[in-house]
T-cell receptor, first 115, second 110 residues
C-alpha cells in the first residue's frame, strides 16, 4: 500500500540545535500538510502546500520554523534554533487527487524531544 | 468550518456496536462531516465522510440526522484494535484544511 513516509521517527536534540524533519508524500498527491501534536494543544495545522507552493503557513512560528517542498517527492520542516517547547510529534499528510478523494493520508510522525 | 462537539470518552464491549455521537449544529449546506481516528502512536486515519445521506464502507457507517445538526459513527463489531481517539470534523468539500478538535477517546473493553 502507498503510504506517507516520515523521517526520522524519533529525534532527540539539545536546545539551540537545528532540526530537519522530512516527508515523502504519496506519489501523485498534490497537497502536503504539516501538523504538530502535543498533549496540551492537540493536533495543530502548521502549514500546507499545493503543487509544491505554500498556501498557508499561518500556524507556524515564522521566526524559527520553515517549511519547503524542494520537489514533488520531498517536504521538509526545519526548526532553527530549536527550543524545549518545540517538543511534540510532527505529522505530515498528503492528499488532494481524484484517487485520494477527500481523504488525507498521514505518516507515522516524527517524535521530537528538545532538551 | 463549523464547530463540533463530541463526548470526551466512551467505553464499548468487544464485539458490540460502538456508536460515537457528534453534534455540529452550525453546519452549513455545503459542509461535509468527516471522521478520522488516531490509534496510539500513529498518525490519524481516515474512516468515512458524508454530506446528508447515510454512508457505509468497510470500516464503519455514518448516520447523519435529517437536519444535519448531528451524526453518529457506528463501528458494527468493535474489536480491541478499534481503541483510539475518534475525531468528527466538519469542512467544506474542496476546502483542503482539516481542523481537529479534541475527539472522543474510545476504549474497547475485552
Amino acid at each position: 500500500d502507498a503510504r506517507v513516509t516520515q523521517t526520522p521517527r524519533h529525534k532527540v536534540t539539545e536546545m539551540g540545535q537545528e532540526v530537519t524533519m522530512r516527508c515523502q508524500p504519496i506519489l501523485g498527491h498534490n497537497t502536503v500538510f504539516w501538523y504538530r501534536q502535543t498533549m496540551m494543544q492537540g493536533l495543530e495545522l502548521l502549514a500546507y502546500f499545493r503543487n509544491r507552493a505554500p498556501l498557508d503557513d499561518s500556524g507556524m512560528p515564522k521566526d524559527r520554523f520553515s517549511a519547503e517542498m524542494p520537489d514533488a517527492t520531498l517536504a521538509t520542516l526545519k526548526i532553527q534554533p530549536s527550543e524545549p517547547r518545540d517538543s511534540a510529534v510532527y505529522f505530515c499528510a498528503s492528499g488532494g487527487t481524484a484517487s485520494a478523494g477527500e481523504k488525507l493520508f498521514f505518516g507515522s510522525g516524527t517524535q521530537l524531544s528538545v532538551l | 468550518d463549523a464547530k463540533t462537539t463530541q463526548p470526551t470518552s466512551m467505553d464499548c464491549a468487544e464485539g458490540r456496536a460502538a456508536n460515537l455521537p457528534c453534534n455540529h449544529s452550525t453546519i452549513s449546506g455545503n459542509e461535509y462531516v468527516y471522521w478520522y481516528r488516531q490509534i496510539h502512536s500513529q498518525g490519524p486515519q481516515y474512516i468515512i465522510h458524508g454530506l446528508k445521506n447515510n454512508e457505509t464502507n468497510e470500516m464503519a457507517s455514518l448516520i447523519i440526522t435529517e437536519d444535519r445538526k448531528s451524526s453518529t459513527l457506528i463501528l458494527p463489531h468493535a474489536t480491541l484494535r478499534d481503541t483510539a481517539v475518534y475525531y468528527c470534523i466538519v469542512k467544506g468539500f474542496g476546502n483542503e484544511k482539516l481542523t481537529f478538535g479534541t475527539g472522543t477517546r474510545l476504549t474497547i473493553i475485552p
